[in-house]
């Protein structure tokens, strides 16, 4: 099966600073790229996703870049507000069912 | 669309209880699935199925069964609850198995006493 890393597991940023979370994974057959977003007590929610043939995808001020040669794809959020603070969880798809990363936890200080 | 709905939101049970959690959901979505979510641990996937009359198991499986006898529900039941089930419990649906955006219900909280 599929094995995702997702680093960093917590990640604490100023108010207007970039924060970066970075996922790596084994299958290269893998080809869809999901990020979700969890505030506290929601539920997991679809913020931006990338698919295999595409390296790079934007939404205001999110981002998502992928690089399958390296196996790894990255959520990028610039300008970031303290409302961005959640748990986000890369997870990746293919041959297999979807198989998530641990989450990394953003605290955005004002 | 009401999309993935959950209940109960929040339950309490004794060691050895059984309980059936419901999932359910209205977009016609083949695949569905249950994790389970702890401190630490991300969502750890419990049950799964590709449609109605197939199941299948994931990560953390014991303790729990499924079935799947129409393409709109989805239960989980505990067999007999123990405290290492104490947990936020995710049902999740998606149009397909694979590349398919995940939609996630509210969540069950599970308190085993």
Redesign the interface.
């Known amino acids: 099966g599929e094995n995702v890393e ?1 680093h960093p ?1 917590t990640l604490s940023v100023q108010e207007g600073d970039s924060a970066v979370i970075k996922c790596t994974y084994s299958d290269s057959a893998s ?2 790229f ?1 990020w ?1 977003k969890q505030e506290l007590g ?5 913020i931006i ?1 990338i ?1 295999s043939n595409v390296g790079e995808k934007k939404d205001q001020r999110i981002a998502v870049t992928l690089n399958k040669t390296a196996k790894h794809f990255s959520l990028h959020i610039t300008e970031t507000q303290p409302e961005d603070s959640a748990v986000y ?1 890369c ?1 990746v ?6 198989t ?4 990394t936890s953003l605290i955005v200080h004002p | 669309n009401a999309g993935v709905t959950q209940t109960p939101k929040f339950q309490v049970l004794k060691t050895g209880q059984s309980m059936t959690l419901q999932c359910a959901q209205d977009m016609n979505h083949e ?1 569905m ?1 249950w ?1 389970r979510q702890d401190p ?4 750890r ?1 419990i049950h ?1 199925s590709v449609g109605a009359g197939i199941t299948d198991q ?1 990560e953390v499986p014991n303790g729990y069964n499924v079935s799947r006898s129409t393409t709109e529900d989805f239960p989980l039941r505990l067999l007999s609850a123990a405290p290492s089930q104490t947990s936020v419990y ?1 049902c999740a649906s ?1 149009l397909g ?6 939609y ?4 069950t909280r599970l308190l085993v006493l």
Do not use: H, V, W
């Open positions: 997702q597991s080809n869809y999901p979700y929601k539920r997991p929610q679809l996703d698919r969880f997870a798809e293919g041959s297999y069912i979807p998530f990363g641990r989450g | 695949y699935s994790y630490g641990m991300g969502l996937l799964y994931g995710f998606s198995q694979n590349q398919e955006t995940q996630f219900g509210p969540g």
